[in-house]
């Protein structure tokens, strides 16, 4: 078994936290934790839901990729994988297209991306809907050009992501069971 970064990447709503956290609860994979300089919420745990950083320490760490949201630091370091690989042999992350492309590039063959679509995008809606989110945030996220970029796979991931539809959540899991027991085998 040769250990991997499993990458989940998509639109939002298509399930890519859903996917996470299946294969987190029936295989070897832990949830790679990243990085913030943001307060932590009431109920989240330093080292658990991020690691909280100041502005001075996030400095420290390497980066594969950050980005500054909402005046705050966000971002998946080297030292986070590296305490995935010490919990689990596949470390898992949610990211971006975006963020997808640079692990792709930066870890090479240590990387599986797993890019998550459905066929009728009108479902993402009603999937963010029910999750709850406020109407305004969601019209935000829909008019944004990260979830117009995130509903195709991009041309840099074309030929290394594995595409998986997730209209059926019972054919997903089958799908991720058989790429888990290849991933397993190698």
């Known amino acids: 078994m040769t250990p991997k970064v499993i990458v989940i990447t998509g639109a939002t709503g298509t399930g890519k936290t859903t996917v996470q956290n299946y294969l987190a609860s029936h295989y070897p994979v832990t949830r790679i934790v ?21 502005d001075d320490s996030f400095k420290q760490n390497h980066y594969l990729e950050s980005v500054v949201y909402s005046g705050y ?11 995935g690989f010490k919990r689990a042999p596949f470390p898992a ?17 240590q990387v599986v991306v797993l890019f998550l679509t459905v066929s009728d995008p009108t479902e993402l809606m009603t999937r963010v809907t029910e999750r709850g989110d406020s109407s305004v945030m969601l019209k935000q996220r829909f008019a944004s050009p990260e979830y117009r970029r995130d509903l195709t796979m991009p041309l840099a991931l074309q030929g290394r992501a594995l595409q998986l539809n997730n ?10 069971d058989e790429l888990m027991t290849r991933l397993q085998a190698d």
Not at 34 to 54: A, K, S
Not at 74 to 83: F, H, L, N, P, V
Not at 167 to 172: K, L, N, P, R, V
């Open 34 to 54: 990243t990085h913030t300089t943001r307060p932590p919420r009431d109920g989240e745990i330093n080292g658990q839901d991020y690691y909280f950083e100041t």
């Open 93 to 109: 992350i949610v990211l971006d297209t975006k963020g997808a492309i640079t692990y792709a590039q930066k870890l090479g063959d």
């Open 73 to 83: 630091h966000y971002g998946s370091s080297r030292e986070g994988i590296a305490d």
């Open 167 to 176: 209209d059926h959540w019972d054919q997903t899991q089958i799908k991720l």
